[in-house]
């Protein structure tokens, strides 16, 4: 019996000394109490207690967690704006007295997960029905921001930290997206025209400056062309006076008359419009009549120039 008691007594002994002993995970930190009253923390590792008189009432994780929220809200203009959101917070530091704080501040954490969700809705809620429908999509960080300042201070109060607040999705009734849709459709067409008819003006007017181009190289290759027509004729006209004046002064010299010469082009005119002629008519005065007036005609020019001379 004695035995039996000291063996009873041992194993007694054994499991107050196992119950001392608190094991707390890495990222974690144990609140313990005293006959329900706050007494101290423990830190990740094994920690020793008194067994039967202090009690872990929670454990804290000081690790960052996320959340996702889906909810409604109502645009100024009577719009239904569906968000999805992803919410990060995390403890704000692992000091004694916040971690005291987000240990007693709600009943437990499934409170504090319904507080933190209605606020953040709320606050997304009381923004949007300030603004119109046709606004939201472009107020995506706007929102954000407002969120931020305005639940950070109330986090802060309950020992936690917003550190990140992602609007993954913004939707609203399907009356509304297919209206939206064809917007975006007929503003695609309206651009779709004014790129095409800015292109063809702009092709038009290219050619058009091509064409007015071409006319004036045209134009002004044809002046060039015609000037240098005129300056060889010219030129051609001074060297056959030239040629004729220099022949009838050696023919004078030699007792000789001119009108040998004039002939003589006479004649090799006729040779070349006979060869030259391409199959054109050219009509001469071959009877000594008209022979004589050409003659007379040459010598007069020939006599002109000499005078010039």
């Known amino acids: ?49 008194i067994p039967l008189i202090e009690q872990v009432h929670r454990r804290i994780s000081i690790q960052n967690r996320s959340v996702e929220l889906e909810f409604q809200a109502i645009t100024i203009d009577q719009a239904n704006v569906y968000f999805k959101a992803m919410l990060l917070y995390s403890v704000i530091d692992n000091d004694e007295k916040n971690i005291v704080n987000v240990a007693f501040k709600f009943f437990d954490e499934k409170n504090f997960m319904q507080a933190l969700i209605r606020t953040i809705e709320g606050s997304i809620r009381g ?42 999705d913004i939707t609203f009734d399907d009356v509304i997206m297919k209206s ?89 005119a006729v040779k070349n419009f006979g060869e030259s002629g391409k199959g054109n008519v050219i009509f001469l005065d071959g009877s000594p009549d008209g022979m004589q007036k050409t003659m007379r005609q040459m010598m007069a020019m020939s006599t002109l120039h000499e005078g010039k001379e």
Do not use: C
């Open 180 to 268: 939206m849709s064809q917007v975006v459709a007929s503003n695609n067409l309206k651009a779709a025209a004014e790129n095409e008819g800015q292109a063809l003006l702009i092709t038009k007017t290219k050619a058009a400056e091509a064409e007015g181009n071409a006319i004036k190289i045209s134009a002004s290759a044809e002046r060039e062309a015609a000037q240098m027509r005129g300056q060889g004729v010219a030129l051609f006209r001074q060297e056959v006076a030239k040629g004729m004046t220099e022949a009838a002064k050696e023919l004078q010299q030699a007792n000789l008359d001119t009108s040998v010469i004039l002939f003589s082009m006479w004649t090799e």
């Open 1 to 49: 019996m004695v035995i039996s008691t000291s063996l009873i007594l041992l194993i007694i002994a054994l499991l107050l000394l196992f119950m001392g002993f608190v094991t707390v995970q890495q990222g974690t930190i144990a609140v313990i109490t005293m006959f329900g009253k706050y007494r101290r923390i423990m830190l990740p590792g094994l920690n020793i207690k």
């Open 127 to 168: 923004y949007v029905a300030t603004k119109k429908q046709a606004e939201i999509l472009g107020l995506r960080k706007d929102i954000t921001d407002h969120v931020k300042e305005q639940i950070d201070i109330t986090l802060e109060d309950w020992g936690y930290h917003l550190k990140d607040l992602q609007l993954n």
